[in-house]
């Protein structure tokens, strides 16, 4: 792959305000017809099929791309999942991909997963026709079969489909696409570029904790309750640091790396724990992800933040027991309890993960 490098031209701010104007529109509108399927007949696309039908086949397919923009109001993790969609729907549906920046400059540079598109703004200067695509259900076999008649109309010519705003994935593609991503971020060559926190001893092992404050101690404080279930206390994240000593063969090894927002104050009744202990508050969003990630422990919050990043990692990961969590049933993801106590097996996980390092 060559280098990645998002140009000025094609630079772009997903939180603009007039990206945040038009998709305020577009949720009204959808908010008024509420069968998504009655706004066909609005998209080109959808008449074009009718119009020119082809044979269905995948030849002429050679100049067809497919591409996705995060959501320009939602969060990081949130933005990166509808992201994904263009990337595994591209390739579900026999079109190449055609990369669209992330949430804004500063991530694509610090990500690259775009190393190795072609970048879809790019494609269309060059005279390639955006083709906005209508709501899709990829778990439908009839909707996956309308868009494909929509695709195959198409064929021979050169064209960039735009996937509409939180088009998702199946069901069963979450995982594949947190696979692909995850290839993309490791092989990029913006990893060579990275600034890490982290003891540079062989033999320790570095513990991340998120522990996510700033929104979320907001909005609690102005009356909103359902923060709660985004909210761990100081003493969940003093569990479970203790738990990990308590697992660990040589403790004395064990640093702790806790990355949050605000005063570093707040987290002074965790440094009596062990004195490998760091708290970093005033990071960039950017570095404090790329952090996470090079991690050899997670200790993730109920955040899409850390559990995105434990999605792109390899190593071990311990998130807490919240219910609205989409979580891989695999084992390198161990749930602990609110009380800082781990599921069963979890520990024999958590022993592999620090001998680990040890060997």
Known sequence: MGKYHIDKSV?????????KIKLKIHSLFYKIIKDRTKAYPFYRSYRHRNVKPKDGTSDGYENLYMTECPNPLAG??????????????????????????????????????????????????????????????????????????????????????????????ADRDDMYGDRLIRDLFWKSSTRSKDVLVFDNDKNHVNVALHVRRGDVKALLEQGDKSMLDRWLDNGYYAAVMRHILNVSMAPENVCFYLFSEGDETQFDDLKGISDKFKVFTSLSAEDTFINICHADIIVAAPSSFSIIAGAFTYVLKLYPDKEWLTIPDTKDWVKVYLDGSIENDGDEELKKAIDAKRQ
């Not at 630079?11 to 990206?19: G, I, L, M, P, W």
């Not at 083709?131 to 996956?144: A, F, G, Q, W």
């Not at 198409?154 to 998702?168: L, P």
């Open 76 to 169: 990081f993790g949130h933005g990166l999942g509808s992201w994904r969609a263009g990337l595994v729907n591209a390739e579900r549906l026999g079109l190449k991909y055609a990369y669209s920046p992330m949430v804004n400059s500063s991530w694509d540079e610090k990500m690259g997963l775009g190393e190795g598109f072609p970048i879809a703004q790019e494609l269309i200067d060059k005279g390639y026709k955006r083709i906005r695509l209508p709501y899709y259900n990829m778990d439908s076999k009839e909707s996956v079969a309308l868009i494909k008649q929509i695709i195959a109309s198409y064929q021979g010519e050169k064209i960039v489909f735009v996937n509409e705003h939180e088009q998702w994935t």
């Open 11 to 19: 630079r772009h701010d997903y939180a603009s305000v007039e990206d």
